[in-house]
């Protein structure tokens, strides 16, 4: 027989009051009054001489009666037939997912999360299959299931000590949700030894920051039986601020105002703040240290102090805090872009029934961004050179024979360029540039048409293919022109009208593409120009051409930076805030910006500085609470570590609670003590009236 | 206690003792004969005795004890412990009944007599009067029920002190289970005012002997206090403590000129009469010797 919780028996041991009680000679109940007890002390209750015990068989039923209950509230059972069986090797998936963002590389917090990891790799069992993880921005594995169990047994935790030892925290933000879901598909991989897994534990090693970001976890699909332990490094509370450069706000004048958002920590205790200047060398390029003033808790943007005109890069720094490694933020001057656009036509710009009007008006001049129209044609002669600056190119009806062969040679170098037929005499040249054997156009009749069947898929429908913007019908097209092409062509519908001939069409050539729209954006040929899409229509059309690179210069770390020349034969050539240096492809990102600072690309004879920046939301440092965890559905199981034995210790008990459920054998025993409990009355009855009467007769 | 009415049980006890008695040493002592003086010159004549002047030739005057109106306060305690009582009747019931007796005893020689009891305060006054009626309405407050709780002589003795300011004499009916310390400030606050006090202490016989045969709660009828007491154990020792207690009483009323009784509630009623009335002839007798030697001759 096996008792569920057996300390109750401690119990038993209240069978010593019977006992004593029996043993002390019987207090009368009997009171008599007395004038006055001023001459009497107490008598100490007296026990029987030579140990005597009174009434055995009333002490035996109280006895008894105790034993019992004791016995019932130790919940006994039987365990003969259904003892656990007991799994001496049970498999156990185990992961560390170690946290290397840049807010562990505070004072002593990656010392103390390294040896909590080693403490979990020094309890593994030969049984065991472990995988350590690393995350910052993105996961990265230092040791997965197959490697663990390839090595040795004796081998394996200090393998993966080493490996642990070389690591140190990055640059980089911490995204725990895409760490926490990509640790939990390593469960999904098959065990390397084909045993079943009974266990899969993901033990999270970090400093469970503030701001983490939680992306990507709500309504996780976790694999079955997964928990996950919180392993909190203890920090020492400190008074943390952050800050960041708004790119937004960088403006170019005399002098050069930025603006900074500065964030303090909830659990900061300093309000006071200096914003400074320094150079890429180190040294103060503005005045005075600018003190500002932010309570804790709060995030607010500030004016930096004004910036020389011509410096390109520089580096702010804020004092105040005790937590320097998020102090230094980067600005990078933003770059003006000139762009060109070659006009094939004759058209003034001035007159507003032609399209170049409109051409010429879509690409306002803004600090990142300055476009030149042009005319390749100069005094009836046409300049390839020209064409060749030029980033993109507008092709308006028909094309002279000489301008066909540099135009499609100029496309075949990877360009795009917006063929708009106007007529129906455009199917030569348009044949001609698309070296298509044939394409049939023939004016449309009818009132006006409307645009249908739009590809939004396209990159240059995909920002209209919200239900807010997609709505082009109210463009009327008053003439526009039905082109047929030959069944073999490569050519990609993106807009039909709604009579089903093709209005906008994409047709390769070469490494370029050329596309072809069947009306005009003229007031004559439709209301396009007029509507509310074109600016952003022309915009998409320029940067999916590659004509323009996006003007950005802030980056956080881990972004990839965009090469600032998108195509052509030149090499890019960048150069890390360490020194490293590095060749790129022209219109092949930089994806190594895993340090804050300055990088420089330079191509041909351009220069181009970007800055890159640690997130802002590293700066929150205020421990995060694990309901959030739990609050998304992260299975967590508690917040210290719970080893195998324990768990095992735990089924075990589940195991025999069910069974005392069952047999429920504490009924019974105070059936007993009720019982017994019966007989102690009658008895004691029978034993008080006994006495009374004897006394009576005596 | 087979009688009832307090008050003839009151009369029976003093015709009975007056019927016992051969002679009455205290029949018509209020003009009573003391002394010869020889006649001076000067002594009025009316007091000279011509029978001796006839058979001695001398003239002497007859000396006569000055008649007095005694003025008799009876204080009877009747606080809860007087309550007890295993032979039938209680202390209680022994001491109103004693304090009955002594008034009409009293009242038959033309006394005036009052009366205190007590229980904690002052529950019921009489003055001290003799007139008729008066004695019926001292018998009736006497019948009243007790209602006390503790033996506490400080507020009654205070307060008879200041209601009876004539000297005279002061009977004091109680057990006197109180501190001897507190007894002895107490019962020294009447005697300092020139009260004669004559104290009887009522005990019940168990009281005395403790005669219980098995051990039992205890209970204190003033406190309601419960204690256990195995009466074998503790009989010697509370029976020293108690005589203890009566000596350290009957040394204050020694120290007080106070005369002291105690009386056991199985005794009968004209003993204690006796007592009383035979210390009061020693000390009447006392003093004449004190007034003959300091009178000048």
């Not at chain 1, 150079?279 to 004016?303: C, D, K, W």
């Not at chain 1, 089924?651 to 105070?670: D, G, S, T, Y």
């Not at chain 2, 074998?232 to 207690?245: D, F, G, I, M, N």
Request: proline share 6%; hydrophobic share 40%; net charge neutral.
């Amino acid at each position: 027989m096996n008792f569920l919780t057996p300390w109750f028996l401690l119990g038993a041991a209240a069978i010593a009051g019977p006992i004593l009680f029996h043993l002390i000679r019987r207090i009368a109940r009997e009171r008599m009054t007395f004038s006055s007890l001023m001459f009497l002390k107490p008598t100490p209750p007296r026990v029987t001489r030579h140990r005597k015990l009174e009434h055995l068989w009333l002490l035996l039923l109280r006895c008894l009666c105790l034993l019992l209950l004791a016995a019932g509230f130790a919940r006994p059972f039987f365990s003969k037939n259904n003892a656990m069986p007991v799994a001496p090797d049970e498999e156990r998936q185990l992961v560390l997912l170690v946290d290397t963002s840049a807010s562990m590389k505070r004072e002593g917090v990656w010392d103390k999360a390294r040896s909590l990891a080693e403490k979990y790799l020094a309890q593994t069992t030969p049984a065991d299959q472990v995988a350590v993880l690393t995350f910052d921005r993105r996961p990265q594995t230092v040791v997965n299931f197959t490697e663990w169990v390839s090595w040795g047994v004796d081998q394996r935790a200090s393998l993966a000590r080493q490996r642990l030892a070389a690591i140190s925290p990055g640059w980089m933000g911490t995204q725990l949700g895409l760490a926490l879901t990509s640790a939990a598909e390593k469960f999904r991989e098959d065990s390397a030894n084909g045993k079943p897994v009974s266990h899969r534990e993901l033990v999270l090693i970090s400093d469970l920051q503030e701001g983490a970001k939680l992306d990507g976890l709500q309504g996780h699909d976790w694999p079955s039986g997964v928990k996950v332990i919180l392993e909190r490094v203890d920090v020492k509370p400190q008074s943390n601020a952050g800050l960041e450069i708004q790119s937004s706000g960088a403006t170019v004048g005399d002098d050069q105002r930025v603006r900074v958002r500065v964030t303090n920590d909830r659990d900061s205790n300093r309000e006071k703040f200096q914003l400074n200047w320094q150079s890429e060398n180190g040294t103060a390029v503005a005045g005075e240290p600018m003190e500002i003033y932010l309570p804790p808790g709060q995030t607010r943007s500030f004016s930096a102090p004004t910036l020389p005109a011509e410096t390109t890069a520089a580096e702010i720094q804020l004092t105040g805090d005790e937590v320097n490694f998020d102090n230094h933020s980067y600005f990078a001057a933003p770059e003006a872009e000139h762009l060109t656009i070659a006009w094939f036509g004759l058209d003034s710009d001035n007159d507003p029934v032609k399209m170049r009007y409109y051409l010429q008006r879509v690409f306002p001049e803004t600090p990142g961004r300055q476009v030149k129209v042009i005319s390749p044609t100069v005094q009836q002669a046409f300049s390839p050179e020209l064409l060749n600056q030029a980033a993109f190119a507008v092709i308006p009806g028909r094309l002279a024979p000489e301008e066909i062969t540099s135009t499609r040679d100029w496309l075949a170098r990877g360009k795009t360029a917006l063929f708009v037929v106007t007529d129906e005499q455009a199917a030569p040249s348009l044949a001609a540039l698309t070296s298509l054997p044939e394409i049939k156009i023939s004016e449309a009749a009818g009132d006006y048409a409307l645009l249908d069947e739009i590809d939004f898929t396209h990159p240059l429908f995909a920002p209209f293919a919200d239900p807010r913007f997609n709505d082009f019908t109210h463009i009327h097209f008053w003439k526009h022109r039905r082109m047929e092409f030959p069944p073999v062509t490569q050519a990609r519908v993106l807009a039909k009208f709604d009579d089903g001939s093709p209005a906008l069409a994409q047709i390769p050539v070469g490494q370029g593409n050329l596309l072809v729209l069947a009306a005009g954006w003229n007031p004559a040929d439709s209301q396009l120009a007029l509507s509310s899409k074109f600016l952003p229509l022309m915009q998409t059309l320029l940067d999916w051409s590659g004509g323009a690179v996006p003007a950005r210069f802030q980056f956080e770390t881990g972004d990839s930076i965009p090469s600032p020349v998108s195509s052509g034969g030149a090499v890019v050539q960048w150069q890390k805030p360490d020194g490293k240096k590095e060749s790129h492809a022209a219109g092949a990102a930089f994806s190594e910006a895993d340090l804050p600072g300055i990088y420089t690309a330079t191509f041909g004879d351009k220069r181009r500085q970007f800055a890159v920046n640690l997130p802002l939301d590293e700066s929150r440092t205020a421990p995060m609470s694990p309901d959030e965890l739990a609050r998304l559905g992260v299975p967590l199981q508690t917040l210290s570590q719970i080893p195998v034995v324990k768990a095992q210790e735990i089924q075990r008990h589940l195991h025999r609670a069910e069974l005392e459920n069952r047999q429920k054998l504490w009924r019974w025993l105070i059936v007993g003590v009720l019982a017994v409990m019966f007989g102690e009355i009658i008895l004691s009855g029978w034993l008080a009236r006994r006495e009374k009467t004897a006394e009576v007769t005596t | 206690m087979a009688i009832r009415s307090l008050e003839l049980r009151a009369r029976v006890v003093v015709e009975g003792f007056w019927n016992g008695l051969h002679r009455s040493p205290y029949h018509g002592y209020s003009v009573e004969f003391t002394e010869y003086r020889q006649y001076s010159p000067g002594d009025e004549t009316r007091y000279l005795d011509w029978r001796l002047y006839a058979r001695s030739d001398r003239y002497y005057l007859k000396k006569f004890e000055d008649e007095t109106n005694l003025r008799c306060h009876m204080l009877v305690d009747q606080s809860r412990s007087m309550s007890y009582g295993s032979v039938g009747h209680t202390k209680s019931d022994y001491a109103r009944t004693l304090a009955a007796t002594l008034a009409w005893f009293l009242n038959e020689q033309g006394d005036a007599i009052g009366l205190f009891t007590f229980a904690g305060r002052v529950r019921d006054y009489l003055p001290a009067r003799h007139r008729h009626g008066h004695l019926r309405q001292l018998m009736l407050v006497l019948e009243k029920e007790s209602e006390g709780r503790e033996t506490n002589l400080g507020e009654p003795l205070r307060r008879v002190a200041e209601l009876a300011r004539k000297r005279g004499l002061i009977v004091l009916i109680s057990d006197l289970l109180a501190p001897i310390d507190e007894l002895e400030r107490n019962l020294g606050r009447l005697t300092a005012v020139g009260h004669e006090l004559v104290i009887f202490q009522v005990l019940d016989p168990n009281e005395l002997a403790f005669d219980f045969n098995r051990a039992m709660l205890f209970q204190d009828v003033e406190s309601q206090k419960d204690i256990y007491l195995d009466p074998e154990t503790v009989r010697a020792e509370y029976q020293r403590k108690l005589q203890s207690h009566g000596l350290g009483v009957e040394g204050i009323c020694r120290k007080l000129g106070s005369a002291f009784h105690r009386v056991v509630t199985n005794q009968p009623m004209d003993i204690a009469l006796f007592n009383f009335l035979q210390s009061r002839n020693r000390r009447g007798k006392l003093i004449r010797r004190r007034t003959q030697s300091t009178s000048p001759s």
